[in-house]
């Protein structure tokens, strides 16, 4: 028997009118295979016997099973590649409640049903690279690797094993009225190109990044894998600012991985912190309180597509309706050097590593002092 390997990226298009379907299907064929699905349900029976199918695209209204519901099937799914894979939301209208909705259900990417052909292959093209590039990844593993210690692979605890750790922790810090900080670090792929959810990264990445915390924290410290993309560390004997710069140097670095040829594509690393000194009279004084509110906060910044640290002050901004400071943050799709405010810190750092150190030097004056003495760092290494 023959294998159904495509030779084009294939799409499954899901929506319950035959002229939307047969329009859709235009503008794609030639580029891209499809098969076809009449409503939430067939999708879903669709995705679950063909392994082929690289990328969703959906409908918000339909019967038996509308968009909204194959989302959360399709994210909530035990089955990595149904799971991770990119879902494209088409709406009728541009109405900014119902696509919020959709990104928060975990949209990759929301299109209008005018949109022309050229728009619509650019962005269907790029969702198809982000599935197919785990071989680039591993390709360039070694790389990222090798940059933290050349030594044997190093098994994370489990998510239990950490939290007893952490419950520990906590119990002592409030005995010798001690500061306790617990981070959530959610870890995504994001293309500037695409609105929604950003893509979650190859598992092979995802552990690279787990060796490269538990290789940079301090002994006395813990970390453990508590998610596809997400990790969580716990630390005692820290201040609020060591925390908070500690916490930033781990999301830059993963951010600043060199593993995405695409100068477009590009690794977003939001980490949600909760501090027992900053958080304890409103977060709650037990493990599982500050997980769900470091939780929260990272998949706050990560959905916003903020590269940086999520505190309790950074949430009540996005709460009021603004944005994390960009000295802080990475906002993807952003470019600050060229709104006039001061630079984010990866695009300082990028800068010193071209040789345009002068670029830099008008903002010190301006950043946090923890970020300050990243780029000082930076500024000293480079002219060695």
Not at 239 to 258: G, P, S, T
Request: net charge negative; with cysteine.
């Amino acid at each position: 028997m023959l294998m159904d390997i495509p030779v084009k990226p294939r799409v499954l298009i899901a929506d319950d009118s035959r002229i939307v379907r047969a329009t859709l299907i235009k503008h794609i064929e030639g580029m891209f295979e499809f098969r076809e699905a009449l409503d939430g349900e067939q999708a879903w029976e669709t995705l679950l016997i063909d392994p082929n199918i690289r990328v969703v695209i959906t409908d918000l209204t339909m019967p038996k099973l509308d968009g909204y519901g194959l989302l959360q099937r399709i994210r909530n799914s035990k089955i990595s590649r149904i799971r991770d894979i990119p879902v494209v939301v088409v709406s009728g209208s541009d109405e900014f409640e119902e696509r919020e909705r959709a990104k928060a259900a975990g949209a990759t990417d929301l299109i209008t049903k005018g949109m022309d052909t050229a728009q619509l292959l650019s962005r269907l093209d790029i969702l198809a690279k982000l599935v197919s590039t785990q071989h680039e990844f591993e390709r360039s593993l070694e790389a990222l690797v090798s940059g933290v210690s050349d030594g044997a692979s190093i098994h994370l605890p489990s998510p239990e094993a950490l939290y007893a750790q952490a419950e520990t922790l906590l119990a002592s810090a409030m005995q010798n009225r001690r500061n306790f900080v617990l981070l959530n670090v959610c870890v995504g792929l994001k293309h500037v190109e695409l609105e929604g959810r950003a893509a979650v990264p190859p598992a092979s990445v995802i552990d690279a990044i787990g060796q490269l915390l538990r290789r940079t924290i301090r002994q006395t410290d813990h970390v453990a894998k508590t998610g596809d993309a997400e990790f969580t560390l716990v630390t005692g004997s820290i201040n609020f600012d060591a925390a908070h710069v500690f916490a930033q140097r781990i999301c830059l670095a993963i951010a600043a991985a060199n593993l995405v040829k695409d100068s477009r594509m590009s690794f977003i690393a939001s980490c949600g912190m909760v501090s027992l000194c900053n958080d304890g009279a409103t977060g709650g004084v037990t493990v599982a309180a500050m997980r769900e509110d470091a939780h929260r906060r990272a998949v706050l910044g990560l959905n916003n597509g903020i590269t940086g640290v999520i505190g309790r002050e950074e949430e009540a901004a996005f709460h009021l309706g603004g944005k994390v400071s960009s000295a802080l943050g990475v906002e993807a799709g952003e470019h600050p050097a060229k709104s006039g405010s001061v630079p984010d810190v990866i695009t300082m750092v990028r800068w010193i590593k071209e040789g345009r150190q002068d670029q830099v030097l008008p903002y010190l004056e301006k950043l946090p002092a923890g970020v300050r003495a990243l780029i000082d760092l930076a500024l000293q290494r480079s002219k060695h």
